[in-house]
């Protein structure tokens, strides 16, 4: 077991990523050992992370930063960096470590007060780790201020300073910052390699992981979370029963009412549990005391926090709602493939029938409109729209056709 093996379908960029933790172990030997640094390396100061969503680029990204603070003995007998279990490699694959910084977008945007204190530390030597790196999630969030604070890090880092940046594709990053970057685009894993992870690394059954495998079409994070999670498949079931209800005007209404509170108590459910650890560590750092009482001049920090769990929440309820209409998404694309007669493998088996009556009863130019209007759906909630009022009015081309 490696920090590499939850690379779904990832080969090609497991290796390059290997390669250049072992130059990057090889310099900080060297360094230590007060020894001349190697001429030729495949390390560099600055990664970029390009890849459709669920093919792993953060997984990726991660995974580079526990094999860079890898402390496993075994790199002195010619072992490779990221064994695993050490613990730089844990506490960096956990999020704790102390020399690993993650950036993740709270709102729509990462803003420049969010990117300041991670910019100073950029520039400071690693604590007790091998390096100092800094995780950015969702660059392609960066605002035009916030970016500009990332390119000044990027284009004069310090030494033992590494970062990795993960976006969608190349294009969402600022061409100044990209060109200082080491491009690594990952594909979308297949769904047999998908389906296998599954059944290895989480015992899931056979038959249980290829079909959610399927259905979404090689995402690792939402085939993992369909695979676990038995309300996550009961949601999804839900959505993909939303085309069938939407022949008036009524059912329209109530199906985009339904999906809007459903997205919302999904994203209750996931932000909850981080919001409660999140609020108890930071009161105990603050010292609170017995009840929960806090020292004084500290309550403009838990309200700092909780405005941002605030945004975070309603980041999250949009990405749920995301994910609603990717499952639409595909259910059509299921349809359109059976009037097409196309070969292409249909990702909703378990909903065969149903495709086959909307296949028989429309046409594929109204496919294709439906499709439309849930993309229309999507860019509008990119642009805030109230989210009841965008899936309303999806709702309301769904039934036009």
Not at 266 to 275: G, Y
Not at 379 to 391: E, K, M
Request: aromatic share 2%; net charge negative; glycine share 6%.
């Amino acid at each position: 077991m490696t920090v590499w093996d939850d690379l779904v379908g990832q080969e090609r960029v497991s290796a390059q990523l290997d390669a250049a933790a072992r130059d990057a172990d090889a310099i900080v030997t060297a360094a230590a050992a007060d020894e001349p640094l190697p001429e030729a390396s495949k390390m560099t100061h600055a990664w970029l992370f390009t890849g459709p969503p669920g093919a792993g680029r953060n997984q990726a990204a991660r995974a580079f930063a526990a094999a860079l603070q890898c402390v496993s003995p075994d790199r002195a007998l010619g072992g490779s960096p990221g064994c695993g279990f050490c613990d730089g490699c844990h506490t960096a694959l956990i999020g704790t470590h102390a020399d690993v910084t993650t950036v993740a977008a709270v709102g729509n945007e990462i803003l420049v007060k969010d990117m300041r204190d991670t910019v100073r530390k950029s520039f400071t030597a690693p604590a007790n780790g091998r390096w100092q790196i800094i995780l950015v999630e969702d660059a392609e969030r960066l605002n035009e201020k916030s970016a500009n604070a990332v390119l000044k890090a990027v284009e004069e880092p310090a030494p033992r300073t590494v970062w990795l940046l993960c976006a969608p594709s190349i294009e969402d990053v600022l061409p100044t910052i990209r060109s200082r970057c080491r491009h690594l685009n990952l594909s979308t894993p297949s769904v047999d390699a998908v389906a296998d992870m599954l059944v290895r690394r989480e015992g899931i059954e056979p038959d249980v992981a290829a079909a959610v495998a399927r259905a979404t079409q090689g995402h690792v994070d939402r085939a993992r979370r369909l695979a676990t999670d038995p309300a996550a498949r009961e949601r999804r079931a839900a959505v993909l029963k939303l085309p069938l209800r939407v022949d008036d005007i009524g059912g329209a209404l109530r199906a985009a009412q339904e999906l809007v509170d459903a997205a919302a108590e999904d994203a209750k459910q996931l932000a909850e549990e981080m919001d409660t650890k999140e609020t108890d560590e930071l009161k105990a750092a603050l010292g609170a005391a017995q009840g929960g009482r806090l020292p004084r001049g500290t309550a403009g920090v838990v309200k700092e926090l909780e405005d941002m769990q605030k945004r975070r929440r309603t980041r999250t309820q949009r990405d749920s709602l995301d994910v609603a209409l990717t499952d639409l998404t595909g259910f059509y694309r299921d349809v359109l493939a059976l009037q097409l007669g196309s070969r292409v493998a249909i990702a909703n088996a378990d909903m065969q029938d149903a495709l086959e009556r909307l296949a028989r009863s429309s046409t594929p130019e109204s496919t294709l409109r439906r499709i439309e209007a849930i993309t229309a759906c999507r860019d509008a909630l990119d642009r805030n729209v109230a989210p009841l009022l965008a899936v309303e009015a999806m709702t309301m081309a769904l039934r036009a056709g």
